[in-house]
C-alpha cells in the first residue's frame, strides 16, 4: 500500500547546505559579471543581472533566502558597481531603487516558487491517495471471509498512522477500537456497513485534517463497505442456490422414489388382497407364486430403501465410512452369488488372480456399490449375454472392471451417467431404475480415495465397461 502523510511539509527537494551553496554561487557569478559588464553596459543595465540572479535563487530557495540574498545583492551592488569601486554611496534616494527593485523580485520569484511546490505536493497527495486506494480495492476483492476483510483493512489502516485514524469494529452495540487507543465520542465517524447493518467505523479528528484527507477516509470506508456487502450477498446468493439445489434434488428424489416404490407396493398389495379375499379357492402353486411376488418385491423395496440410506450417507460426509481390511475377491464372488440367485437369465464370469487383493473399504457400501454396477449391466444387456467381472492389480492399486454385452451408452450421455438420478435413455420400453445406483458406486469409491470410469462401447461395437478403482491396503492393516 502507499503510505503518505497528510500533514508532509512543503520542501525544496534540496537541502539547506545545498541552498545556501546555489545561493553563494549565483550571487557571486551576479556580481562578477556586473562589475565585468558595468564599462559596457552602464550600472542600470549591469543592474539587471543581480535581478536574475535574485530570481534564480527565489525559485531554487524559496522566499526567505530569496529576500536575504536580495538584500545581500543590493549590499553587493552598491559596493562594487554603483559609481566609486569599493564605497558604500547612498547619497540620494536613487541609490535606494535597486535594493527595493531586488527584495520586489525576490517577493515575486519566491511567492510564485512557493505556489508551484504547494501545487506540486498537493498533485502528489492526490496521487499518493488514489494509489492507496487502489491498493485497498485490489487486496479487499479476492477476500472471502470477514476475518480476513478485517485483518487486510486493519493493515491499511496502520498505514496511516500520521493521519491518527482508528478503525473500530461494532461489539456488543458498541464501538471499540482495535488496539489500546481510546477515542473521543466526540470525534467524526466513516461508518463500515454491509448494507443492512453496521459493523465498524474510522474515527478521526476532522477539525484537524485537511479537507482532501477526510474525503479519503470517507471513500476509504465506502470501499470498506463495499467489501463487507459484496460477501455477504455471495453467501445469500450461494445459500440460495444451495436451497434451490436442495429443492431440486428433493423434487427429484420424490419423483423417482413415487414411481419406483408404486409398483412393488400395487404387486405386494395385489397380492396380499387376492390371498386374504380368495384364501380358502386358490390352490397351493398359486399361493406360492403370489408369496413369492411378495417376497421379490419386499427385496426390491429393501434394496431401494437401502440405496437412498447410503446415499444420504454420502452426500452428508458421514465419518464412519472408512472400514475394516477387505479380500476384494471375497466380496465381488458374495456379490456375484446374490446375483446369480435373482438373475438366472445372465452369466456373471469371475476373472481374479488367486493371491488376496486387500482394500480398505466400507463393507456395506463396497458390497451394494458391485452390486448396483451389476444389476445395471443386466439391466441394460438382452437375456442369454455374459457379464465379466475382471479383478486386477494394477499400478499399485486394486481395478475391478464389470463388463456388459449390453446396448452401451451413447457418447453425448456418457459424461452423466454417475449423477444423482438420471438414467441413459436406452429404448422406450427397456427397464428403468432409480438413477442411483451408479451415483452410489461413485460416491464410495471416491469416499474411499479411490476413482470410477466408464468405457462404452466396451467391444465390438457393443456393451459397456465400468472400472473401479481402489486404494490396496496393506497386509499388517
Known sequence: MAIFSAT?????????????????????????????????????????????????????????????????????????????????????????????????CAVISGVLSGRLRDQTHQSWLANARLESLLHVSRDLQPVTTPGELRRVLQDHVQGLNEMAVTLCWMTDGALLPVGSTAIDPAMRQEAITDGRSMLGALVYNGSRMPVEDIAFVAALARLASLAFTRQRLDGEVAETRALAKSEDLKTALLSSVSHDLRTPLTTIATAASSMLTFGDQIDAETKHDLLANIVEECGRLNHLTDNLLQMSRLQAGSPH??????????????????????????????????????????????????????????????????????????????????TDQGIGVPASEQARVFERFYRVAGSTTGPKGSGLGLAIAKGFVEASGGGIALTSPAADGRGTTITIRLPRAQEEQ
Not at 553596459?41 to 540574498?69: H, N, P
Request: with cysteine; glycine share 6%.
Open 321 to 402: 465410512l472408512a472400514g475394516q481390511v477387505l479380500v476384494a475377491q471375497d466380496m465381488i464372488r458374495r456379490c456375484v452369488a446374490r446375483m446369480r440367485k435373482q438373475d438366472s437369465a445372465h452369466e456373471f464370469v469371475i476373472k481374479a488372480p488367486r493371491a488376496d487383493v486387500l482394500v480398505m473399504a466400507d463393507a456395506a457400501l463396497f458390497e451394494l456399490a458391485l452390486i448396483n454396477v451389476l444389476q445395471n449391466a443386466a439391466k441394460y444387456s438382452a437375456d442369454g449375454t455374459t457379464v465379466s467381472i475382471a479383478c486386477k492389480v494394477e499400478d499399485g492399486d486394486c481395478t475391478i472392471a464389470i
Open 8 to 104: 508532509r511539509p512543503v520542501q525544496s527537494p534540496l537541502g539547506p547546505a545545498s541552498q545556501f551553496a546555489i545561493s553563494t554561487g549565483v550571487l557571486f557569478v551576479a556580481t562578477s559579471a556586473a562589475i565585468l559588464a558595468k564599462p559596457w553596459l552602464g550600472e542600470g543595465y549591469a543592474s539587471l543581472l543581480f535581478v536574475v540572479g535574485i530570481m534564480v535563487i527565489g525559485a531554487v530557495s524559496g522566499l526567505a533566502r530569496a529576500v536575504i540574498t536580495a538584500l545581500v545583492g543590493a549590499a553587493a551592488f552598491n559596493f562594487f558597481v554603483v559609481d566609486q569601486f569599493g564605497e558604500f554611496e547612498f547619497r540620494s534616494w536613487a541609490h535606494l531603487a535597486p535594493p527595493l527593485v531586488f527584495v520586489v
